[in-house]
């Protein structure tokens, strides 16, 4: 089978040839291999990130696709475009700069600030007083040197194509599992829960008109998106059932009544949001079902309780297997999930989050091929 046909099989509740592997190299891993400064991927799109990351699964040979979701600035089913000009507000003698978002309609700057290095992810979110930048820029410079591309749905089926059989295509659904992603949220909430709780009923009616729009496309994406990383770290089990599982309720069943499977990743404790959705959802895919100390997910015990109902995706330590540890490490761990999780098929080896930078070649690579051979049916 090819990549692309094993991931379907196992999205569709079927037994592909061997096991599935997708370690998450979602970001860092793929901006290495292009030897470019990381700038070049993120501001400048040269490449743009998705090209990087589909690169980087046909140089491992990956079961890839759940984490590619950087589609461009067009929505790429509503046409939606935000209208903001990314601007250079300072430039450091390293090469790094700081940008931040203008409105020219509304004469407005974003409250936060976006800084470039050379070896790593943008940091964004960023207060402009950390980074010695005015609340009101007096200067700055339009970002220049970047590379066009086609823009929401051409780009998206550019994509597509470009992608081939090395894996799937999904797009975002609207849809979100962390309705609360900050301290002074959690605060907020607490203190009046009613704003928070008046914004479901708006999320649903987004969702059911953005499902119409997916179902109309000539070509539908393989899967959607549907959660947000650390859902379980700002919201509390109840917070979540209150305010984001009717959400993902109401997502998975109108995606189910399509045909179309859904996928939630969420960092982080997961354990009971795998309960949840397995028992109270239509959730095709979790994952990455990360282990103590920064989850609580067991796979075996996952797989005995809910293997039947989801499909699970995870789960070898991205830092002390995947970063630090051996060939030998990486084969062992490997093996093991999929002792405790394939039986029947319903399982997707991969990471527990995403792989560092200089996540080994040979360790990703023995991954693969330990699923190839060992993980066959």
Request: with cysteine; proline share 8%; charged share 25%.
């Amino acid at each position: 089978m090819t990549s692309r046909g094993r991931l379907l099989a196992v999205m569709h509740g079927d037994v592909p040839d061997c096991v599935p592997c997708c370690p998450d190299i979602s970001n860092m891993v793929p901006c290495r291999l292009t030897g470019k400064p990381f700038w070049d991927i993120y501001a400048h799109q040269d490449p743009p990130l998705w090209k990087a990351h589909i690169d980087a699964l046909k140089y491992y040979d990956i079961d890839g696709g759940f984490e590619v979701y950087a589609f461009g600035p067009v929505d790429p089913v509503s046409g939606h475009r935000a209208g903001a000009e990314e601007r250079v507000v300072q430039r450091r003698d390293d090469g790094s700069f700081v940008t931040r978002h203008y409105w020219p309609d509304d004469d407005r700057w974003a409250p936060s600030v976006r800084v470039y290095t050379i070896d790593n992810p943008p940091a964004s979110n960023v207060s402009p007083d950390k980074v010695g930048v005015p609340d009101v820029p007096t200067e700055w410079e339009p970002l220049t040197g970047v590379r066009e591309w086609p823009e929401g749905l051409e780009l998206w089926l550019q994509i597509r194509e470009y992608m081939g059989d090395q894996g799937v295509i999904g797009l975002p659904s609207g849809a979100s599992t962390c309705m609360i992603g900050s301290v002074e949220a959690v605060y907020a909430y607490h203190d009046n829960p009613k704003p928070f709780l008046d914004r479901i009923d708006q999320i649903k009616d987004s969702v059911s008109r953005r499902m119409k729009q997916i179902e109309a496309m000539p070509i539908k994406p393989d899967m959607l998106f549907c959660g947000g990383s650390g859902s379980l770290v700002w919201q509390s089990p109840q917070m979540f059932r209150d305010l984001s599982l009717p959400i993902l309720k109401h997502v998975t069943r109108l995606a189910a009544e399509i045909g179309i499977p859904t996928h939630v990743h969420s960092c982080g404790p997961e354990a009971e949001l795998v309960r949840m959705a397995a028992e109270e959802t239509d959730l095709t895919i979790i994952d990455p079902l990360e282990i103590r100390p920064m989850g609580d997910c067991d796979l075996a015990d996952l797989k005995k309780r809910y293997g039947k109902k989801i499909v699970l995706k995870g789960n070898l330590h991205t830092t002390e297997t995947m970063l630090r540890g051996s060939v030998e490490d990486v084969v062992r761990a490997s093996r093991k999930a999929i002792d405790d999780a394939a039986e029947g098929g319903g399982f997707i080896l991969s990471t527990g989050d995403q792989c560092g930078r200089d996540t080994p070649d040979e360790n990703i690579r023995a991954m693969v091929e330990t699923a190839r051979s060992y993980g066959k049916y």
